[in-house]
């Protein structure tokens, strides 16, 4: 951030309702489950259907599993590794029998499943915190999956609006704004967080924001499934050293489907898919702002193809692209109240990316995975600057910007289970970086050509195994990176967990050391560009509790420490460069909460308390509140229709502009509310966002959006 300042299932309950109250049947250490709550038709699919789908597909799973009476009480409510694959496995002997007529219902669809599918039903039970096939439950990180359910109640909001709905994620600029949206995790700075669409990391290191992502610039309309990873991730993803941030776009059914959401602040998105047996498109659009103070537009664009042969060997290969238009007050302006130039910045970018992925089962139970991965990206910035004000009595000049950038990456991986209780996986991956960028700066009275282009090639490779005993559990994993003119870095992993007596519940903890290369604005622009720059450093550290399963309050408590060192700073020299120096130190505690009532209303609760500092104690940072927190309340209003209200508190965050200098942005508290009604093939939504019509700023001089409207419909087509 400174180094930008510087240059810019089946349900238990029986109940079939639109969204039902049980958690993903992913248990955890115990039969302890740490995911947040989910849906039968949403997050349950991670439970027995598709976890057992997954492990049919790729030989092995990791599971727990409490011992029936009888078992003996030395393995009662332990846990272990078994193998899935041919043999369907529940969790406890008193669901044996329903778990085993629902296997029977869905044996016909199951057989009728293709390779790919199989395979494809990881995706839902994997999570991309590890290159081990572990679920959320079972990861020592802080995981949040937010599946299609969840996401229906938030049809026509932008990816930077549903993440920002996440306790301990800060978004600082919303679509409306037509901003750069950059998210904040963990205290750390947004080129900290990796994020990827379809297992193609999307982070461009040519953005003066250091790597970052542009949240604003992603399609949302076509968005699946979403996992956030707090904490480091970088044993499976380079450079994930707070966090990731995984979108998988839709995988429909065989059919058609269509879609549409209308609302105020000028908000419009349509979306259609149509899948067949091996062939699928899409195709989706979202635009908000009305062009006067603010405005947005996203288009993505979707073909994939799927195919397998003798449940042993499936290919995927997945093509996207996507371009973004934005508009906005230019970052560090004031925005609408305090700007002194009226006129607008202009964002534009195009995107396109390709993968084609192999999945290999052998006949010992070990999977190997082949990928191929190419990304290109241009944009172009045409910004009018900032006026001189209490901060910089000489402002910042108009710039115009073209970049060019693109990625390929090769990645192959192998995993295989050793006995009973051990699971190994290897990989290695080989990626090219190219990436130009072509400035004019003018400072009035001449202006500054600025230009640059940069090639990075890096190797890495890297080995993770997890151990599951009787009550303990442990994984760990090694990485190590080498890039093009830069040391070797060795990047370290290792977890521990522990199941408590029977209803219980679980502790762990977790300790990581990882890096980041610095970006290529950082490394090679001709006017704060420092070529000897060492990459970022951080440590993590967490120790997290989780209730059993049998709790009333099913919940996990994460206490956590981060420390990032060798941070990209500028230093006004002279000359002025960037230089390794800064030091930030987080520390908080994540909770997540969730109870199940009677009558299958369903609250839940999460949030984040957070102190961060910079370690030299000498300047304050940016968008980092101290707490920060969500209620949720599902109401079943019958079979086919809920309600649904959320509660979410944004603490007050630090800012900084040119016109004003240095302020504190106000606590903001809003309510949101939702209706869901399935009428036949069609789904009817009517929300209204930030019902209390709280206006308090999301960054300094632009407010946060009023009360809002929001009317959506998805209708599937068979």
């Known amino acids: 951030m400174r180094a930008a300042q510087a240059g810019r299932a089946c349900a238990v309950s029986g109940k079939r309702t639109l969204r039902s109250r049980e958690r993903a049947t992913m248990p955890g250490i115990g039969g302890c489950r740490h995911s947040v709550p989910t849906s039968c038709r949403g997050r349950a699919r991670q439970g027995t259907g598709s976890a057992t789908a997954a492990a049919q597909g790729l030989g092995w799973s990791w599971t727990r599993l409490s011992a029936a009476a009888g078992e003996g009480a030395s393995d009662q409510g332990?846990?272990?590794?078994?193998?899935?694959?041919?043999?369907?496995?529940?969790?406890?002997?008193?669901?044996?029998?329903?778990?085993?007529?629902?296997?029977?219902?869905?044996?016909?669809?199951?057989?009728?499943?293709?390779?790919?599918?199989?395979?494809?039903?990881?995706?839902?039970?994997?999570?991309?915190?590890?290159?081990?096939?572990?679920?959320a439950a079972?990861?020592?990180?802080?995981?949040?999956?937010?599946e299609r359910a969840d996401?229906?109640?938030?049809?026509?909001?932008?990816?930077?609006?549903?993440?920002?709905?996440?306790?301990?994620?800060?978004?600082?600029?919303?679509?409306?704004?037509?901003?750069?949206?950059?998210?904040?995790?963990?205290?750390?700075?947004?080129?900290?967080?990796?994020?990827?669409?379809?297992?193609?990391?999307?982070?461009?290191?040519?953005?003066?924001?250091?790597s970052a992502v542009d949240l604003n610039a992603l399609s949302s309309q076509d968005v699946e499934r979403i996992e956030i990873v707090r904490g480091n991730a970088s044993v499976a993803h380079a450079d994930a050293i707070a966090g990731l941030i995984h979108i998988h776009t839709r995988r429909a059914q065989p059919g058609a489907r269509v879609g549409f959401a209308v609302g105020g602040h000028e908000l419009r998105s349509a979306q259609a898919a149509w899948s067949g047996a091996a062939l699928r498109l899409g195709a989706a659009q979202h635009e908000q702002g009305d062009g006067a103070d603010g405005f947005q537009r996203t288009r993505a664009v979707d073909v994939g193809w799927q195919h397998g042969w003798?449940?042993?060997?499936?290919?995927?290969?997945?093509?996207?692209?996507?371009?973004?238009?934005?508009?906005?007050?230019?970052?560090?302006?004031?925005?609408?109240?305090?700007?002194?130039?009226?006129?607008?910045?202009?964002?534009?970018?195009?995107?396109?990316?390709?993968?084609?992925?192999?999945?290999?089962?052998?006949?010992?139970?070990?999977?190997?995975?082949?990928?191929?991965?190419?990304?290109?990206?241009?944009?172009?910035?045409?910004?009018?600057?900032?006026?001189?004000?209490l901060?910089?009595?000489?402002?910042?000049?108009?710039?115009?910007?073209?970049?060019?950038?693109?990625?390929?990456?090769?990645?192959?991986?192998?995993?295989?289970?050793?006995?009973?209780?051990?699971?190994?996986?290897?990989?290695?991956?080989?990626?090219?970086?190219?990436?130009?960028?072509?400035?004019?700066?003018?400072?009035?009275?001449?202006?500054?050509?600025?230009?640059?282009?940069?090639?990075?090639?890096?190797?890495?490779?890297?080995?993770?195994?997890r151990w599951q005993g009787a009550a303990w559990a442990a994984?760990?994993?090694?990485?190590?990176?080498?890039?093009?003119?830069?040391?070797?870095?060795?990047?370290?992993?290792?977890?521990?967990?522990?199941?408590?007596?029977?209803?219980?519940?679980?502790?762990?903890?977790?300790?990581?050391?990882?890096?980041?290369?610095?970006?290529?604005?950082?490394?090679?622009?001709?006017?704060?560009?420092?070529?000897?720059?060492?990459?970022?450093?951080?440590?993590?550290?967490?120790?997290?509790?989780?209730t059993s399963d049998e709790a009333p309050w099913r919940a996990r408590f994460t206490v956590y420490s981060a420390r990032y060192r060798d941070l990209v700073d500028f230093d006004a020299g002279p000359p002025p460069q960037l230089v390794n120096r800064a030091r930030i130190e987080a520390e908080g505690l994540e909770w997540s909460a969730s109870r199940l009532y009677r009558n299958d209303w369903r609250l839940s609760l999460d949030g984040n308390w957070m102190r961060v500092r910079d370690a030299d104690g000498d300047t304050r940072l940016r968008y980092r509140p101290?707490?920060?927190?969500?209620a949720r309340l599902d109401l079943p209003l019958g079979e086919r229709r809920e309600l649904g209200l959320a509660l979410r508190h944004l603490g007050r965050r630090f800012d900084s502009s040119v016109p004003t200098g240095d302020a504190w942005l106000d606590a903001a508290t809003t309510l949101d509310l939702s209706l869901q009604q399935q009428l036949g093939p069609a789904r009817l939504l009517l929300a209204v966002d930030n019902l209390g019509n709280a206006r308090e700023a999301e960054t300094l001089g632009n407010p946060l959006p009023g009360r809002r409207l929001r009317l959506a419909l998805q209708w599937a087509l068979q």
């Open 138 to 146: 079972v990861a020592s990180q802080h995981v949040t999956v937010l």
């Open 391 to 465: 901060r910089d009595p000489f402002g910042l000049p108009p710039t115009r910007s073209l970049s060019d950038y693109r990625r390929d990456e090769a990645a192959l991986a192998w995993q295989s289970p050793a006995g009973e209780r051990w699971l190994f996986g290897v990989g290695a991956q080989a990626q090219r970086e190219r990436g130009e960028l072509d400035s004019l700066i003018d400072f009035g009275f001449f202006v500054l050509p600025a230009r640059f282009a940069l090639q990075r090639d890096t190797a890495s490779a890297y080995a993770e195994a």
């Open 310 to 389: 003798d449940e042993r060997l499936a290919l995927h290969a997945n093509a996207r692209y996507a371009d973004s238009v934005g508009r906005g007050y230019p970052d560090d302006s004031g925005g609408r109240d305090y700007a002194a130039i009226r006129a607008l910045d202009r964002r534009s970018s195009r995107s396109r990316q390709f993968s084609l992925r192999g999945d290999y089962r052998t006949g010992a139970g070990g999977t190997l995975r082949a990928q191929l991965a190419h990304l290109a990206r241009d944009g172009e910035e045409d910004s009018p600057g900032v006026a001189p004000g």
């Open 151 to 210: 996401l229906d109640a938030l049809q026509g909001l932008s990816v930077a609006e549903i993440l920002s709905r996440q306790a301990g994620v800060v978004v600082d600029r919303g679509a409306g704004s037509g901003g750069y949206g950059a998210l904040y995790l963990r205290g750390a700075d947004p080129s900290h967080v990796v994020v990827l669409v379809d297992h193609v990391r999307q982070n461009d290191p040519l953005s003066s924001r250091g």
């Open 626 to 630: 101290r707490l920060q927190w969500s």
């Open 78 to 135: 332990r846990g272990t590794m078994v193998r899935t694959y041919p043999d369907f496995v529940v969790r406890r002997r008193r669901y044996a029998l329903a778990a085993s007529l629902c296997a029977l219902l869905q044996m016909p669809v199951s057989a009728a499943q293709t390779a790919p599918e199989r395979i494809h039903d990881l995706d839902r039970t994997q999570v991309s915190a590890s290159t081990l096939p572990i679920s």
């Open 475 to 546: 994984q760990g994993g090694l990485r190590y990176e080498r890039a093009s003119r830069a040391d070797g870095q060795w990047q370290p992993m290792l977890s521990l967990q522990r199941a408590l007596a029977p209803g219980r519940g679980e502790w762990g903890l977790s300790l990581a050391r990882s890096s980041k290369q610095p970006s290529f604005y950082a490394l090679g622009h001709p006017l704060v560009g420092n070529p000897a720059l060492r990459p970022e450093r951080a440590l993590q550290r967490e120790l997290y509790y989780a």
